[in-house]
């Protein structure tokens, strides 16, 4: 740009001032705009900690419930159990927006193992129920399912140990 015979540049012709009203304004904004999203992040962690603290007492409660049923195998602690398991997974799929989806993976893992062993302990009640009334089952059999769901147990009792570190790190340390 050429002004009375000098050369200018454009910086030079609109002016500091100017400049610093522009550049002030475009950080205005993006400050604005950081403290927006962090509001929304702090907005978002506010309600992560209460559903996962309510959902750890549902998890817990749900170990505790197949603990009684390995411990003493009858229809009162199955139906127990199945109730609870059932309860937990209705949680955690209401909740689903506010639980990570690493956290989403793991629960969905946990409960068909849940599952599996609900069905082995069903199988087992009524084997054990059909070995009384015939005599027909034999005991290696009841043995062997006894094993399966000694496995199935130790798998669940890891996972559950997983996931109350992952909960504990996601409430001390929240990811987006």
Not at 10 to 27: H, L, Q, R
Not at 74 to 103: A, C, D, G, P, Y
Not at 163 to 176: C, E, G, V
Request: aromatic share 12%; hydrophobic share 35%; no cysteine.
């Amino acid at each position: 740009m050429e002004i009375r015979g000098e050369t200018m540049n454009w910086i030079e012709f609109i002016g500091p001032s100017v400049m610093g009203a522009i550049s002030g304004g475009i950080v205005s904004y993006f400050l604005a705009k950081y403290k927006y999203q962090q509001l929304d992040l702090t907005r978002y962690i506010d309600s992560q900690f209460p559903i996962y603290r309510k959902l750890w007492g549902n998890i817990y409660s749900l170990k505790l419930s197949a603990d009684i049923l390995w411990d003493k195998a009858n229809k009162k602690n199955l139906r127990s159990f199945s109730k609870q398991l059932e309860e937990t997974e209705k949680k955690v799929n209401n909740n689903m927006i506010f639980i990570e989806r690493k956290h989403v993976i793991e629960l969905k893992n946990m409960f068909k193992e849940f599952w599996g062993f609900k069905i082995k302990k069903d199988s087992l009640l009524e084997m054990r129920k059909q070995q009384e009334k015939y005599n027909e089952i034999k005991d290696e059999e009841v043995e062997a399912l006894i094993n399966r769901n000694g496995n199935i147990k130790s798998s669940y009792d890891k996972l559950i140990k997983v996931l109350a570190n992952s909960f504990r790190n996601q409430i001390k340390y929240p990811r987006l």
